[in-house]
């Protein structure tokens, strides 16, 4: 028996969640889910209020049963709305943060078919127990065109939010000026684009956060970011590059022997708080629209923070 707690009522003769996820139609109504989930990203689940994106993803959330005793919520297969269900008896806190980290999983890769998250005691990752559904093509179809546009502007979602742009929506490089000044000016720091004598950083590497000490001994953060990568990419390591030097979680990772986090150039939908999360709301705070910024840190790429400029 599952009980409805948001959204449409449940018949008692409901499919299984594996029936669920084998269903192949689609519905205007789908369409839209996944339109406006393209309008959307991974770190948007962590930031918006729940309400917002339940309503905006016509989401609906139950109680039900899990198959399996560890999981505390399960995300069902898309079709006529996102169908969240959650394990019965957990605190409106742990549902909350399991509500967001299968919508995260779910803005970060739309369209897939039935996902799992374990209960929050474990917090571990997303078991996918159900093959993916491939999303089909609809960017020629005039209903998916329709729906396009009904998809809320970012700003209108953000708006009065801690997260909403500080002065309004400005372009890269203004950005990345902010995000200097705030290790320089804030943290006392360096930070600055690699110089072009100095060693060029290791293939997929972007850029590079030490902390070095001035003379009284206060531990002063050292960013250097590689000029030569596209813009967008560019600000958005910026942005995780702060967010570490801000002493933000690293998720695991340690620095290598010299002190130096290496940070990667590929990247990926922000899976939850951290410092990828940090990164993605700070840079629309400052008036940018992050894209995924679940950068990876690298242990020991072939270059020292020895090779690195002074801090000088």
């Known amino acids: 028996m599952v009980t409805a707690m948001k959204g449409h009522d449940m018949a008692d003769n409901a499919p299984s969640f594996e029936q669920r996820a084998s269903e192949a139609r689609t519905t ?3 369409r839209q889910v996944c339109e406006r989930a393209d309008v959307l990203r991974a770190h948007d689940a962590w930031a918006l209020p729940l309400e917002v994106l339940l309503d905006l993803l016509n989401a609906t959330v139950r109680e039900a049963e899990m198959p399996y005793n560890a999981l505390g919520a399960m995300l069902g297969d ?6 969240i269900y959650v394990r019965p ?7 909350s943060r399991l509500i ?27 078991e996918i127990i159900s093959a993916p559904r491939k999303r089909e093509g609809t960017a020629t179809d005039a209903g998916a065109d329709a729906d396009r546009h009904a998809a809320p502007d970012i700003a209108a979602l953000y708006e009065e939010s801690r997260w909403a742009p500080l002065d309004g929506w400005r372009t890269d490089e203004e950005v990345i000026d902010e995000l200097k000044a705030i290790i320089v000016d804030r943290h006392h720091g360096l930070a600055e684009d690699l110089p072009e004598d100095a060693p060029a950083l290791p293939d997929g590497i972007g850029a590079a956060v030490a902390f070095g000490y001035d003379k009284d001994g206060e531990s002063r953060p050292l960013v250097f970011v590689d000029p030569n990568l596209p813009s967008g990419l560019r600000v958005d390591l910026w942005g995780f590059c702060v967010a570490l030097a801000s002493r933000g979680d690293s998720g695991g990772a340690e620095p290598n022997a010299d002190g130096t986090f290496f940070v990667g150039t590929e990247r990926a939908p922000v899976k939850g708080p951290g ?11 400052l008036g940018r629209r992050p894209g995924d910024c679940g950068f990876q840190l690298a242990s020991e790429p072939a270059v020292s923070s ?5 801090a000088a």
């Open 78 to 83: 898309p079709s006529n709305g996102l169908r």
């Open 306 to 310: 020895e090779q690195l400029p002074d």
């Open 28 to 30: 205007s109504e789908e």
């Open 275 to 285: 410092a990828g999360l940090l990164a993605a709301l700070t840079l629309q705070r």
């Open 89 to 95: 008896g957990q605190s409106d806190q742990d549902v």
């Open 100 to 126: 967001r980290k299968l919508i995260g999983h779910y803005l970060g890769k739309p369209g897939t078919g039935l996902c799992a998250a374990p209960a929050y005691e474990s917090d571990g990752e997303f």
